[in-house]
C-alpha cells in the first residue's frame, strides 16, 4: 500500500455503506473467482451465483483508468505522488482528462518515469480549427492513440447533427496524425426525446462516420439509459447498444452502479460486467468513479484488481 493507504479498511467500509455483509462478499469473491460480482439492477443487491469459467481475463496490458476519478488529488505534488501510486497499483495506461497546470511535454515526462502511457483523453468538441489543431498536438506529444469527446447535451436535435458532422471532420484530422477519434456517452443519449421518440444516441449512431468515429461506451451510464427507458434487462440494454452501433466500440469505462443507482467501486455494485464483458471485447477496460466510495486511490486499487480478478 502506498502513503499509508488502508485498502483493507477502505473496502470494508464501502461494503458497510452498501449494506453488503463482508464474509459473504468475501466468499462469493473467492467462490466465483472476481473481486466480487453482484448482480440485479434495482432492489437489494444480490450476491452474484458462483459460476465456474474456464475463463478470460482481462489482460493487464488492457486497463486503464479515467484520471478524473482522482481530480480530488490531482494538484500540485499530488498528481506525482497519485500517479506513482497507480504504477504501483500496475496500472500502465491512463486516461488523461485535462493536464493538471503542466504542458504535455511535462506530463509526458512524468508519466514516461512511471511507465505509464496515456493512451486515451478527454477533450471536448473543438470550438475553432486552432483549437483542434492544439489538442491534437497536445495528443501527439502525450503518446496518445485515443481522443474522445467527454460531454454533450441538448434536447435540440439539430444540434446533435451539427455535433455529429463536426465530429466527423475532426476525426478525419486527427486520423491523419495516427490518432483515433471517439465519443463517450452518459445517459441522456438514450433518454432524452427531441420529438416523435428521435434520440440522441439514434442521430449519433446513424451520423457519425462508423469508419472515422469510435464508441467509448460507459457502462454505468448505458445501463442507466436502460433504466431510464424501462427496459426489462438494463444489461442486456447496455449489451445491445454496443452490439448494434454500426462504430466500433474500442474503450469501456468500467463504472459500477449500487442497487439504489448511485456510482460504486467496482465489484461492490450490481452490473454483471463478465455478462458484458463476454457479450464484447474491446482494446481496452478503463475504471472509473465518478464520486469514489472512500478514497480515490480505494476505487483505483480495487478496480485493478477487480479487473484483473474477474473470470468470465
Known sequence: MCFGFNAPGALRRSLEEKGVDRRSFLRGAVAAGVGAGLVGIGGTAAMAAPTAKAGHRVPPGLISIQLYTLRSIMSGEGVDTTLASLADFGYTKVELAGLYGRTAEAMRSTLDSLGITPSSSHDGISNSAAALETKIANAVTLGQTHINVPYLASSNADDWRRWADQMNVEAAVARESGLKYG??????????????????????????????????????????????????DPIQFAIDTIQQAPQKVLQYHVKDRDSAGGFADLGTGTIDFGRIFEAHRPKEYIVENDQPDVTPLQTAEVGYDYLRSLHY
Open 183 to 232: 465519443y463517450h456517452n452518459h445517459a441522456h443519449e438514450f433518454t432524452t426525446d427531441l420529438g416523435s421518440g428521435l434520440t440522441p444516441w439514434e442521430i449519433f449512431t446513424s451520423r457519425l462516420d462508423p469508419e472515422l468515429v469510435h464508441l467509448e461506451v460507459d457502462l454505468y451510464w448505458a445501463v442507466t439509459g436502460g433504466v431510464g427507458v424501462g427496459a426489462a
